[in-house]
């Protein structure tokens, strides 16, 4: 029977939808939507009951030390939580406090970045990987240490004059030909190593100590190979810390030289004068950006409104200028 009452054709019963000349007052409020209005009215008309109740039930006499300390507006319990407003001098004072504590955590932050600096200018493999070397053979930096590196000032940024040329007058084209720059005027070291005499002219090392074996001349290059290659992977990884570690002490000293910037700013705002905005601050925003809320969509007619994202490269801080005044 049960399979026979499921096979019958029956009707669809359909909810009622909200009337086309009734459209402006929304959607028409279903069984299970006046069900969650319905509990919720009735759950704060129980509330309001046992407030009245214990109104109605409650001591007059009743007193607590607390009670001293308490006061009404109006009828009102005011409740104090205890912000008072402080006034503009102190606020100036503890501003000027917090902006001197930045600026001592950032000049420490300016000698360690010194020290890094100092063993990076050390390393001969830094000054050999230098990008605006000419020889195609060098170990050139990746871009991002090359701009932690200029960015620090090890390396000056390139500003693409290539390199200067001196231009020299002479009399006639034979004594242009036949001059010697001044690179060219110091002796070579080749000649100077071939003229010195050897130690083996000398006569200060026995020729038959001298000679070795090929087994051993093997062993002993491998062994130097092998501690060439260790010495160069470990002076990478060092190089490749010391770079990181530079990197995120640079973007530190930028935030905390822009928070000092700004407790100046706010302190000099808090004074008198006139003043105009020159920039505004450029918020630094996610990359997908902030969702708005549904009431703001259907202010906008459900438009979503489209905020500048900037970046940490973009970011500044606001600029003011202020009116010279005359001093009386």
């Known amino acids: 029977m049960t399979s026979l009452r499921n096979s019958i054709h029956r009707r669809n019963h359909k909810e009622r939808s909200q009337l086309a000349h009734r459209a402006k007052l929304g959607f028409l409020e279903k069984h299970k939507d006046y069900v969650k209005r319905a509990k919720d009215y009735h759950s704060k008309q129980d509330r309001l009951t046992r407030l009245k109740q214990k ?24 409740k104090d939580r205890g912000n008072v407003a402080l006034p503009t001098d102190v606020v100036k004072v503890l501003k000027t406090q917090d902006e001197n504590y930045i600026r001592t955590m950032r000049t420490a932050g300016l ?45 000056s940024s390139h500003s693409g004059k290539g390199k200067k040329r001196h231009i020299i007058f002479a009399d006639d084209e034979a004594s242009a030909r036949n001059y010697i720059g001044p690179s060219s005027s110091s002796p070579k070291l080749s000649s100077v190593k071939a003229d010195a005499p050897s130690q083996s002219d000398l006569g200060w090392i026995d020729p038959d100590k001298k000679l070795l074996s090929k087994k051993q001349k093997t062993v002993d290059d491998h062994d130097m ?7 160069e992977v470990e002076g990478l990884q060092h190089r490749q810390r010391l770079l990181k570690e530079l990197s995120a002490r640079l973007v530190r000293d930028k935030q905390m030289r822009y928070a000092e910037r700004e407790f100046e700013m706010q302190r000099l705002m808090m004074g008198k004068g006139s ?8 918020k630094i925003g996610d990359e997908d950006g902030s969702e708005d809320d549904e009431d703001a969509l259907d202010a906008r007619g459900g438009k979503s409104r489209k905020v500048p994202v900037k970046s940490d490269e973009t970011y500044k801080p606001r600029v003011y200028k202020w009116r010279v005044e005359r001093k009386r």
Request: hydrophobic share 35%.
């Open 225 to 231: 190979d092998d501690e060439g290659a260790n010495e």
């Open 275 to 282: 003043r105009k905005k020159v920039s505004a601050p450029q």
């Open 111 to 155: 000698k360690k970045i010194d020290k890094i600096k100092n063993q990076l200018t050390a390393l001969t493999d830094l000054v050999k990987s230098d990008v605006f070397a000419q020889d195609p053979g060098d170990d050139n930096l990746d871009p991002e240490e090359l701009a932690v590196l200029q960015d620090a000032g090890i390396f």
């Open 55 to 78: 109104a109605a039930e409650r001591n007059k006499d009743e007193f607590y030390f607390s009670m001293t300390k308490e006061k009404t507006k109006g009828g009102l319990h005011i």
